[in-house]
C-alpha cells in the first residue's frame, strides 16, 4: 500500500511538471505575436517611402484613330471562260504575267466556225435570189390585178411568199452575224486589265461552254482595297464625319503590326449590320503602285476618324482600373499620393486623354503604383529628378541613394484602393 500511494504521488507531479511546461510555451509563443504585430504597425504608418516616378499631364493633339483586321480585296478578279466549244489551239500568255484589256490570251480552232459562216453566206444568197424572184412575181401579178386579167387571191398568195422569202434572208444574216461572233470567240482576249494566275488548261484540250474551271484566272493588282469591319458603336462617328464630306485617311500595315505597307482613303461603306457581330464591312481604296498589297493578305487597318485639338494627355502606364473604376495616383505636396478617378478618352499606346479628372500640369504616378495606396507616403527616382511631382515643392525633391532593398517588392503589398 505505501508503495502504490508514492506512485501515483510521483505521477501527479510529472503531470504538473508537463502542464507547466505546455504553458510556459504558449505564453512564450504569444509574446512573440504580440511583438510581431507591435512591429508591423510602425512598418505600415510610418515605412520608407515608395520610390516612384511620375509625370506631367500635358495638352497636345490626339488623333482618333481605329485599328482593326483587314483583307485586301481586288477590284476584279474574273474567271475567263470559253463561250463555245472546241480544241484549245494556242496559249498566249505567261503564268504570273501582267496583261491589259483587250490583250489575246488563248486560240480555239476556228475552222468549224468558219465552214459554218461559209454556209450560211451561200444560203443567204440563195434566198436573196429567192426573193428577188418573188418580189417580181409580186410586181407582175399586181398590174395583172389592176387590168382585172388575174384572181385576187394570186396576189395575196405572192405577196405572203415575199415576207416568207424576206424573213429567210434576215434568218441568213442573224446566222452570218453569229458564225463572225463565234470566230471573235475563238480568239479569247482579256476582259480587264491584271494579273493573270497560273495555267488552268493547256493547248491540245477540248473546252466546251460548260466548263467551270476557265482558261486562266485575272486578277487587278493596281488599284485595289481593303475591306475590314467596325464596330456599330464606332459606326456613327465614321458616318458623321463622311457625310461631312472628310476623306477618311486609312493606312495599312503588315499582319503582325511592325510596318506600315500602303496608305489610301476609305470609299464606300456598307449598307447592312452584321447581326451576328454587331459589325459593319467598310472599304478603303489603295492605289498599291508598288504593288505591296497580295490579293487576299490579311493586314492591319488603322483609320483617321478625327483628332482631338489641346487635351489633356497623360502616359498610358499611369491610368490603372481597379475597385474605383479608371483612375491616376496624384502626386500631392507633402510627399503623398491620392486617388484622382479620371474619365478616359481615345489613347495612341503611349498616351491617354483625359476626359474630366485631371487638368494640364497636375502630377501623377507612373511607376511604382503597384506597392501605392491613398495617402502613401512617395520619394522620387534619382533617374526622375528633372520632373518633381509638385512644382517648387522643396519637400518632393528626389531623395539621396538608399539601400537597393528599399525599392524592392514587399511580400506585403497593399490592394488596389477601394475609395476615393
Same mark, same amino acid.
Given at each position: 500500500m505505501i508503495e502504490t500511494q508514492d506512485?501515483?504521488?510521483?505521477?501527479?507531479?510529472?503531470?504538473?511538471? =508537463?502542464?507547466?511546461?505546455?504553458? !510556459?510555451?504558449? %505564453?512564450?509563443?504569444?509574446?512573440?505575436?504580440?511583438?510581431?504585430?507591435?512591429?508591423?504597425?510602425?512598418?505600415? +504608418?510610418?515605412?520608407?517611402?515608395? %520610390?516612384?516616378?511620375?509625370?506631367?499631364?500635358?495638352?497636345?493633339?490626339?488623333?482618333? =484613330? *481605329? +485599328?482593326?483586321?483587314?483583307?485586301?480585296?481586288?477590284?476584279?478578279?474574273?474567271?475567263? *471562260?470559253?463561250?463555245? +466549244?472546241?480544241?484549245?489551239? $494556242?496559249?498566249?500568255?505567261?503564268?504570273?504575267?501582267?496583261?491589259?484589256?483587250?490583250?489575246?490570251?488563248?486560240?480555239?480552232?476556228?475552222?468549224?466556225?468558219?465552214?459554218?459562216?461559209?454556209?450560211?453566206?451561200?444560203a443567204l444568197v440563195k434566198?436573196? !435570189?429567192? *426573193?428577188?424572184?418573188?418580189?417580181?412575181?409580186?410586181?407582175?401579178?399586181?398590174?395583172?390585178?389592176?387590168?382585172?386579167?388575174?384572181? $385576187?387571191?394570186?396576189?395575196?398568195?405572192?405577196e405572203f411568199l415575199v415576207k416568207q422569202d424576206e424573213a429567210q434572208v434576215k434568218s441568213d444574216e442573224a446566222s452570218i452575224a453569229q458564225y463572225k461572233l463565234d470566230l471573235v470567240y475563238c480568239r479569247i482576249t482579256a476582259p480587264v486589265a491584271g494579273r493573270v494566275g497560273l495555267r488552268l488548261i493547256d493547248p491540245g484540250n477540248y473546252v466546251t461552254a460548260s466548263s467551270t474551271s476557265g482558261i486562266v484566272v485575272i486578277t487587278t493588282m493596281k488599284p485595289t482595297t481593303v475591306e475590314f469591319t467596325v464596330a456599330q458603336n464606332d459606326l456613327g462617328r465614321v458616318i458623321e464625319r463622311v457625310n461631312s464630306g472628310a476623306n477618311l485617311p486609312v493606312t495599312a500595315n503588315t499582319s503582325d503590326n511592325t510596318r506600315q505597307i500602303a496608305t489610301g482613303t476609305?470609299?464606300?461603306? !456598307? /449598307?447592312?449590320?452584321?447581326? +451576328?457581330?454587331?459589325?459593319?464591312?467598310?472599304?478603303?481604296?489603295?492605289?498599291?503602285?508598288?504593288?505591296?498589297?497580295?490579293?487576299?493578305?490579311?493586314?492591319? &487597318?488603322?483609320?483617321?476618324?478625327?483628332?482631338?485639338?489641346?487635351? &489633356?494627355?497623360?502616359?498610358?502606364?499611369?491610368? *490603372? !482600373?481597379?475597385?474605383?473604376?479608371?483612375?491616376?495616383?496624384?502626386?500631392?505636396?507633402? /510627399?503623398? &499620393?491620392?486617388?484622382?478617378?479620371?474619365?478616359?478618352?481615345?489613347s495612341d499606346g503611349v498616351n491617354t486623354v483625359i476626359v474630366s479628372g485631371l487638368e494640364a500640369g497636375d502630377t501623377v504616378v507612373v511607376d511604382g503604383t503597384d506597392r501605392l495606396s491613398d495617402g502613401a507616403k512617395i520619394s522620387i527616382a534619382p533617374e526622375n529628378a528633372g520632373i518633381p511631382a509638385v512644382p517648387s515643392t522643396p519637400g518632393l525633391q528626389p531623395p539621396a541613394k538608399q539601400k537597393k532593398k528599399s525599392s524592392a517588392p514587399a511580400l506585403g503589398a497593399s490592394a488596389p484602393p477601394t475609395h476615393d
Open positions: 506512485a501515483k504521488t510521483a505521477t501527479g507531479r510529472r503531470h504538473h511538471r =508537463t502542464a507547466w511546461i505546455l504553458g !510556459s510555451v504558449a %505564453v512564450v509563443l504569444l509574446v512573440i505575436v504580440l511583438v510581431k504585430l507591435f512591429e508591423r504597425k510602425p512598418a505600415a +504608418s510610418g515605412g520608407a517611402p515608395q %520610390v516612384v516616378k511620375v509625370a506631367r499631364a500635358t495638352r497636345g493633339d490626339m488623333p482618333e =484613330t *481605329l +485599328s482593326e483586321l483587314g483583307t485586301v480585296s481586288p477590284l476584279a478578279t474574273v474567271t475567263v *471562260l470559253p463561250q463555245l +466549244s472546241g480544241y484549245l489551239t $494556242e496559249v498566249g500568255y505567261k503564268e504570273g504575267q501582267d496583261v491589259a484589256k483587250g490583250q489575246f490570251l488563248a486560240q480555239i480552232d476556228p475552222r468549224q466556225y468558219e465552214i459554218g459562216l461559209q454556209q450560211s453566206q451561200a434566198d436573196q !435570189s429567192a *426573193l428577188g424572184q418573188a418580189r417580181s412575181d409580186l410586181g407582175r401579178y399586181q398590174q395583172l390585178r389592176a387590168q382585172r386579167a388575174i384572181a $385576187e387571191q394570186t396576189v395575196t398568195d405572192q476609305l470609299y464606300a461603306i !456598307s /449598307n447592312q449590320m452584321s447581326t +451576328s457581330t454587331g459589325t459593319v464591312t467598310l472599304r478603303a481604296t489603295f492605289p498599291n503602285d508598288d504593288e505591296a498589297l497580295f490579293p487576299n493578305e490579311f493586314v492591319n &487597318v488603322k483609320m483617321l476618324v478625327d483628332t482631338l485639338t489641346q487635351a &489633356v494627355l497623360v502616359p498610358t502606364p499611369a491610368v *490603372l !482600373s481597379g475597385a474605383p473604376g479608371d483612375y491616376v495616383y496624384l502626386a500631392n505636396p507633402g /510627399n503623398t &499620393v491620392s486617388v484622382r478617378k479620371v474619365t478616359l478618352g481615345p
